[in-house]
């Protein structure tokens, strides 16, 4: 089967059943070997620029009818794909459904598509299942999902007896400027996780919140994970928080409880990798009860200021991917 991916979470549930596309999306990086397949994707938004400076890119395209992303759709037909898996959950994140059904409609090919729109872990889970069943890898699927539930289940017995009064109030942003409350499944992840995640609930969408909101949240914990940016980038955009009014208040700045994740590869990309952030999540939130989470996950937010000084030093050997 010749299966064509759009977005960077379906190529890596593609590949955890053991299958490879003939064809990917500009922003898919992970497992290595989908990097060199053919890209049929290409964004409008420069995103190398600020936080600031894509919400503004993007809000302008939105005013046209060009839209995010284009795809390559010569390239779409000369790959004659079987299947192409796409999404319906944000047409700013990748390219979504209307995107390729319209590419569709200018091919000869006639492939079928499978649009993934999942908001909690179990509909990722349920999407490897569906993919597992496109592509007759329903044993593998099926297999994949109890080993991912396994590792979940092993995290939430750890934190299960976690009295409501040791619960940190916890925030996750998933972008800076305007500052935004990470949310789908991030809500069940900080509950596994052992913390208390008040701004979001389970399944509701990532939306702009006033920084108001958030001072009178007061969260004890914060995670900085923007929506596709490495660690490099998050250190580039810091002072998007840092020199907000009130930020040095924050019960979770005062008591040094700041971290960085990476959340193009991990918290924001719905794939078998949630289960990832899960066990980087959980020693963040329950640090008595855990092991330190992978440097090339999380770090202290603090830590980001050395990063951002070595990535803005041409002197500097470029960083290897911090993908596994």
Do not use: K
């Amino acid at each position: 089967m010749r299966i064509v991916t759009t977005l960077p979470s379906a190529t890596e549930l593609v590949a955890a059943l053991d299958l490879d596309p003939v064809g990917v999306s500009h922003e898919c990086d992970y497992p290595q070997r989908v990097a060199s397949l053919p890209s049929i994707t290409r964004s409008r938004v420069d995103a190398d620029a600020s936080s600031e400076e894509i919400d503004r890119q993007v809000l302008e395209i939105g005013e046209t009818d060009d839209g995010v992303y284009e795809v390559d759709v010569d390239l779409l037909e000369a790959l004659e794909p079987d299947l192409i898996i796409t999404q319906g959950m944000c047409d700013v994140c990748a390219v979504d459904e209307a995107v390729i059904a319209d590419a569709v409609d200018r091919i000869e090919a006639d492939p079928d598509v499978l649009t993934v729109d999942p908001h909690t872990v179990e509909d990722v889970l349920d999407d490897l299942e569906r993919i597992g069943r496109a592509t007759g890898r329903e044993e593998r699927s099926r297999a994949v999902r109890a080993e991912l539930e396994d590792r979940t289940d092993s995290v939430r017995e750890q934190t299960a007896d976690i009295a409501s009064e040791e619960q940190p109030r916890v925030a996750i942003f998933d972008w800076t400027d305007p500052v935004m409350i990470a949310g789908h499944w991030t809500a069940e992840l900080v509950d596994w996780a052992g913390g208390e995640y008040g701004l979001a609930d389970v399944g509701q969408r990532s939306t702009p919140r006033e920084w108001e909101e958030i001072l009178e949240y007061d969260p004890e914990l914060v995670v900085v994970a923007p929506c596709g940016f490495d660690l490099e980038q998050t250190a580039a955009n810091r002072a998007d928080l840092t020199a907000r009014e009130g930020w040095d208040e924050l019960a979770a700045v005062r008591e040094d409880r700041v971290w960085a994740m990476d959340g193009h590869h991990y918290l924001n990309r719905p794939g078998p990798r949630l289960v990832d952030t899960l066990e980087a999540l959980a020693p963040i939130v329950q640090p008595e009860r855990f092991d330190g989470p992978p440097e090339s996950v999380a770090v202290p937010f603090d830590d980001l200021e050395g990063l951002e000084t070595d990535t803005n030093d041409s002197s500097i050997e470029p960083q290897a991917d911090p993908t596994p």
